[in-house]
């Protein structure tokens, strides 16, 4: 299990992308930013399920986001993946050898879009799961959520997402993540 320590203060945050196909085809990259300086944890969590450099522990073989799917798309509010598991939002894993892992902090606000958020089943359930607000304000969320990064480059490629054809709330076309990592 790698459980790497926080970047100093002074480090650079961390970059990541994904490049995302829509039923098979390129639909483009997603870069996004890791607030790993406010929530070092939930950040190196994410940044791990994008190298793909941890392990799973019963096959050995590197687990996270690529091959994974968006599950659930709601216009005007979110785009949601990170269950690499099961791909139907009942999947969780983490980085820390258990299926969840506690809230770290509520300090950064859901006041744009393009912000990268932890999903959760409530209190301290936070696991792989992740979604991309497309709301300009989603302050209900706060404090139920952390926020721990942001888009910098694609977010066009959210809004192409964001407006996808779906069947409650499931993409009709696979929006899937064919590969990701850290720049």
Known sequence: MA????PASSAPEPVVFFDITLGGEPLGRIKMRLHSHT????????????????KNAVTGRPQGYKGSKFHRVIKDFMI???DFIHGDGTGSAT???TKS?????FDLKHDEPGLLSMA??????????FFIITAPQTAFLNGKHVVFGR?????????????????????SLDVAIAQCGEM
């Open 101 to 105: 892992f506690a809230d770290e902090n």
């Open 120 to 129: 959760n089943s409530g209190p301290n359930t936070n696991g792989s799961q």
């Open 95 to 97: 980085i820390y050898g």
């Open 151 to 171: 888009v910098v480059e694609g977010m066009d490629v959210v809004r192409k997402i964001e407006n996808v054809r779906t069947n409650r709330e499931k993409p």
């Open 80 to 82: 949601q993946g990170g």
């Open 39 to 54: 929530v070092p944890k939930t950040a190196e969590n994410f940044r791990q399920f994008c190298t793909g450099e941890t």
């Open 3 to 6: 459980t790497a320590a926080p």
